[in-house]
Each structure stands twice: as structure tokens, then as C-alpha cells.
């Protein structure tokens, strides 16, 4: 299996921008697809954004594209989200997630998951 760690997460205002990290430890890291998940107080847990375990494909919500972006570094066993242009409605528990499945663009085949890590911003 894998374990999942998330760090980066803070308080910033409107506009700013945000890298968020999610360590992974296990051999096999880098044969799981990774997705970035968030959930708002009084919301239902949604993707943010995912990518393959090759890094060949991505996917994105509406609320993220041309916003934030996802990448992997196998070597590091790391994932990043990098967000720009934050909007206060980005605030939410940020989660990374990881899957052996082939669909990677929904919540359901995620089973390993990170502590999370909150992003507030300020208006």
C-alpha cells in the first residue's frame, strides 16, 4: 500500500497563490494515480484535479482549470498542486488521494488517503 502525507496549506488572500505537496511513501508510487480532493464545511468531498500514474494524462474540474495545475515527481514520490489566482470559495481541506484503477476522475476507486491540509482564503 501507500501512505499519503499532505503540507503546504495555509492562509492567504484572494489572488494568491498556493503550492500544496502530497508525499508518498512505497515502492510502487509511481504505478498509482494521484488526485487532489477538497471538502468545504457542509459540502460533499469533490476532486479538485488528478493525473495518471504516468503523468501522460490529467484531469480537471471546471473550478480548477486554467487555474491550477498537477504534477508528479516519481523520483521524489511526490505530488504537487499548485494554485493560482485563489478565490475564496477554493477554501476547503485539501486531500490527496491515490488509486490503482484505470478511473481516476472520480472519488469512488480512491482508497488511500491523506490527512488533509486546510487552505483559507481571505476575501
Known amino acids: 500500500q501507500v501512505q499519503l502525507v499532505e503540507s503546504g496549506g495555509g492562509l492567504v488572500q484572494a489572488g494568491d497563490s498556493l503550492r500544496l505537496s502530497c508525499a508518498a511513501s512505497?515502492?510502487?508510487?509511481?504505478?498509482?494515480?494521484v488526485g487532489w480532493f477538497r471538502q468545504a464545511p457542509g459540502k460533499e468531498r469533490e476532486i479538485v484535479c488528478a493525473?495518471?500514474?504516468?503523468?501522460?494524462?490529467?484531469y480537471y474540474a471546471d473550478s480548477a482549470k486554467g487555474r491550477f495545475t498537477i504534477s508528479r515527481d516519481n523520483a521524489k514520490n511526490t505530488v504537487y498542486l499548485q494554485m493560482n489566482g485563489l478565490k475564496p470559495e477554493d477554501t476547503a481541506v485539501y486531500y490527496c488521494a491515490a488509486t490503482t484503477s484505470s478511473v481516476y476522475v472520480r472519488i469512488e476507486p480512491y482508497n488511500y488517503w491523506g490527512q488533509g491540509s486546510q487552505v483559507t482564503v481571505s476575501s
Open positions: 493525473i495518471s500514474w504516468s503523468a501522460g494524462n490529467t
Open positions: 512505497g515502492r510502487t508510487f509511481r504505478r498509482y494515480a
